[in-house]
């Protein structure tokens, strides 16, 4: 129901994508992955999410600016990813090396990264689709600023959120 609503969201062809696999629907999952790969957009809902614990903590007298609000991202977004991301193992099999082998099946996935690392909203997103880009081949060279970004990112939630939970216990 979530592609027909959003035609143009790749994560509900993601969804549609890995339900197709557990029925074992090779046909329905490639035609998803197809729509992936020229969706417009790519929203998981996570920025939404977000938003929701920022204006929750500022009504609270909290500050998003605060450690302790990026840990409890940290976490509420962990949970999540911990259950999986909905559509990312069927585009993982159908992206495997062996399949690669096809040239349609390989620009396919070629496109499929694309999306992720332009479209993707969240460090999962885009850390999937540049997996998925040295997978099939696409030059480091291609993405080498949002591969930087990318870093930085997944830096600043290392260095910044380490000491987060021991904050909020003091």
């Known amino acids: 129901r979530w592609a027909q609503l959003e035609p ?60 302790a609000v990026g840990w409890l991202m940290v976490h509420t977004f962990g949970r999540d990813m911990a259950r999986g991301i909905v559509g990312f193992g069927a585009m993982a099999s159908l992206c495997a090396p062996p399949a690669l082998r096809d040239a349609n ?8 990264a694309r999306m992720l690392i332009k479209q993707g909203q969240t460090l999962a997103d885009i850390s999937m689709g540049l997996s998925l880009a040295k997978r099939v081949g696409i030059p480091a060279e291609e993405f080498a600023a949002i591969r930087a970004e990318f870093d930085a990112a997944q830096k600043w939630q290392t260095e910044e959120l380490a000491g987060a939970p021991e904050q909020t216990l003091s």
Not at 105 to 112: A, D, Y
Request: charged share 25%.
């Open 8 to 67: 143009d969201n790749a994560a509900s062809w993601l969804a549609v994508g890995e339900a197709a696999k557990l029925r074992g629907d090779e046909a329905a999952q490639l035609d998803a992955l197809h729509r992936v790969a020229l969706a417009p957009r790519m929203d998981t809902g996570f920025a939404e999410l977000t938003g929701h614990v920022d204006a929750t903590l500022l009504a609270l007298g909290g500050s998003p600016d605060d450690g």
């Open 105 to 112: 099946r390989r620009q396919l996935c070629q496109g499929v």
